[in-house]
């Protein structure tokens, strides 16, 4: 009976091509989607597993890039204990190019930076920046921007002058949120904003000698900026976890939304293409009706043509869908996560679903159909 | 049909059966008080005009639609009132349909299409030996590879009476089977039915429009307004 079901699910060669199709879209969406989900969805473990132990002070109700703190006022919140290093940054958003790319251009002192483990401990080509002049990239950004060491960016102040930095090395983080600043020295970051002085930054990180010890480092800032009468506020990367991982549950959401919109997008091609198959074969059904078939071997035999075509139109799409990551992987440069077995299990359930819940109402319709209107002549 | 001293069982019995269709607002009475008992081996034409109930007749006693009123026996099973998973059993086992038009399945060889009706329950080698000896018995040994858009017409009715032939039924049942067959491969098919008669003993009932068709049969009935009218058998 699969072997008929074989013949027959392709008797019509270009209905069952065009189903192929719809769910080779769906179906390669989907794997495309899985494999991005799960690469965001472990940057974000990986990036979370490096910041743990890091706290961020800065202005109270800003942004990073808004944001302004004096580092003198500050020095009793860097002598706490259990700080293991810190690094204060001057941070701006500059424009790149046509102002599609917005990076950040970050200003740092690369001793303090590297101790904090910042980009600059993270040098792959090249070497870190040590003039004004110069800076460095990621290997992500280099190859988005198409630029190499010893090339330069040319990026403008907000008083419109021209300031070209001299690219000296590519720094490689774990996780893409980092890839796109672009890291100088704190003079060079300056230039971007007016009215900060030498002991003006955007933000101070801190590195704890233990991530256990954050909460009482954020405690004893804040007692301190109360005292002191600071206007700044402490953000532990635990806090700003539970923000980013509900960013990461929207963005899960969306990516499987995307793909049930093209799975069912593709179930409607197989509904569709199944049935045009069976309203044309109704006269054959009804005879192997009227030569012993029973209505579950009708059924049967239509589910398995939904699932043969469906099963043919899943494989084309996950081999579209890894082709896809592949390319995707090589222009950008980023690697991304393997396909998870239980995500492929997950496919391979979606694809019988939607071969069963395609064949199912056509299926039904060729199962009623009465033998005796063949009898009833031709 | 029955006669005294006969000591072949009754295939297929019917009782005062009618059949009263509703089509549109009007009621048709397809068959009316039908009484017909068909022993085994029995040779039977059923001829009449368009509308005089034949193919009714014959859908009733093939287990394909149910009397309004009246019994029907088949094999002596009362199968007036089953329902269609239990008269698909009776449609499998003791019934072989050849239809006018054929009905092969064109995607499948000779071969496959006379194993049709058993392929939901496997074929088995067995099986596919008796489909292969019953396409050389009628003479499509060099043709079971074929689709029936590589044979002729004559050829694919031959594969529609293998495939009637398949499950080995007691009754073989024939609707128009000559209709669109011209007179020689229409007289070649009516050799092969009457063979099937004579030499294998199944019970033919066949409707037909042709009167050489009609004539071979040992029992010929004709039909008028639902009524069998005449019965010229014995």
Avoid at chain 1, 176 to 201: C, E, H, V, W
Wanted: overall charge neutral.
């Amino acid at each position: 009976m699969l072997r008929y079901a074989f013949k027959n699910a392709f008797r019509r060669k270009n209905i069952a091509a065009l189903s192929i199709i719809g769910i080779a879209i769906g179906v390669s969406l989907m794997t495309a989607m899985a494999s991005l989900s799960a690469t965001i969805t472990d940057q974000t473990n990986r990036f979370a597993q490096q910041n743990l132990d890091s706290i961020t002070v800065q202005q109270k109700g800003q942004l990073v890039f808004t944001s302004q703190i004096n580092l003198t006022k500050l020095y009793n919140i860097t002598v706490l204990d259990h700080i293991d290093a810190y690094s204060a940054q001057v941070v701006t958003v500059v424009q790149l190019g046509t102002g599609f790319v917005n990076p950040q251009l970050v200003g740092l002192n690369v001793d303090n930076d590297t101790r904090i483990g910042g980009p600059t401990s993270n040098i792959i080509d090249g070497r870190v920046f040590k003039k004004d002049n110069e800076c460095i990239i990621s290997k992500m950004g280099a190859e988005f921007l198409n630029l190499k060491i010893g090339e330069n960016l040319t990026l403008y102040t907000p008083d419109s002058k021209m300031v070209n930095l001299t690219i000296t090395g590519l720094y490689e983080t774990a996780t893409i949120i980092t890839q796109m600043n672009i890291y100088t020295t704190l003079n060079t970051a300056r230039m971007f904003k007016p009215g900060f002085s030498n002991d003006t930054y955007s933000v101070l990180l801190i590195k704890a000698d233990d991530p256990a010890n954050v909460k009482q480092i954020k405690n004893e800032i804040e007692r301190i900026a109360e005292e002191e009468e600071l206007n700044i506020e402490v953000i532990l990367f635990e806090d700003q976890l539970q923000t980013i991982t509900q960013y990461t549950s929207t963005i899960n959401i969306l990516v499987i939304s995307i793909s049930l919109i093209a799975g069912i997008a593709g179930g409607m091609s197989i509904v569709v293409a199944m049935l045009m198959s069976v309203i044309e074969r109704l006269k054959e059904y009804a005879t192997l009706k009227a030569t012993g078939w029973q209505n579950t071997d009708v059924i049967k035999d239509i589910l398995y043509e939904s699932l043969i075509v469906t099963a043919v139109g899943g494989a084309v799409g996950f081999g579209i869908g890894l082709l896809y990551l592949g390319v995707v992987s090589a222009i950008f440069n980023i690697v991304l996560n393997p396909l998870q077995p239980i995500v492929i299990v997950q496919i391979i359930l979606f694809v019988v679903g939607m071969g069963l819940a395609g064949g199912v109402y056509p299926a039904y319709k060729a199962s009623k159909v009465s033998p005796v209107e063949i009898l009833r002549g031709v | 049909m029955e006669n005294s001293g006969d000591e072949r069982k009754i295939e297929i019995k019917c009782e005062n059966v009618s059949k009263v269709y509703k089509l549109g607002n009007s009621i048709v009475k397809a068959l009316d008080n039908v009484n017909l008992t068909i022993m085994s081996g029995d040779y039977i034409s059923i001829m009449g005009p368009s509308g005089s109930g034949k193919t009714t007749l014959l859908n009733i006693i093939g287990a394909l639609d149910h009397p309004t009123s009246g019994r029907v026996y088949l094999d002596g099973y009362d199968i007036t009132n089953l329902p269609e998973r239990k008269l698909t059993f009776f449609r499998r086992n003791k019934i072989g349909f050849v239809f006018q038009a054929f009905y092969l399945i064109p995607t499948l060889t000779a071969l496959d299409n006379v194993l049709t009706p058993i392929m939901p329950r496997g074929v088995k080698p067995a099986d596919k030996e008796r489909a292969l000896m019953l396409l050389e018995m009628l003479g499509l040994k060099n043709r079971v590879h074929h689709k029936p858009g590589e044979l002729s017409g004559g050829e694919r009715q031959r594969v529609a009476i293998a495939r009637a032939l398949i499950s080995d039924p007691p009754i073989i049942l024939g609707d128009e089977l000559t209709g669109e067959l011209d007179s020689k491969t229409g007289q070649e098919i009516m050799d092969i039915i009457d063979r099937l008669n004579s030499e294998l003993g199944k019970t033919i009932v066949i409707v037909t429009h042709d009167i050489k068709v009609a004539e071979r049969a040992k029992i010929k009935l004709r039909m008028r307004d639902g009524r069998i009218i005449e019965d010229t058998g014995f």
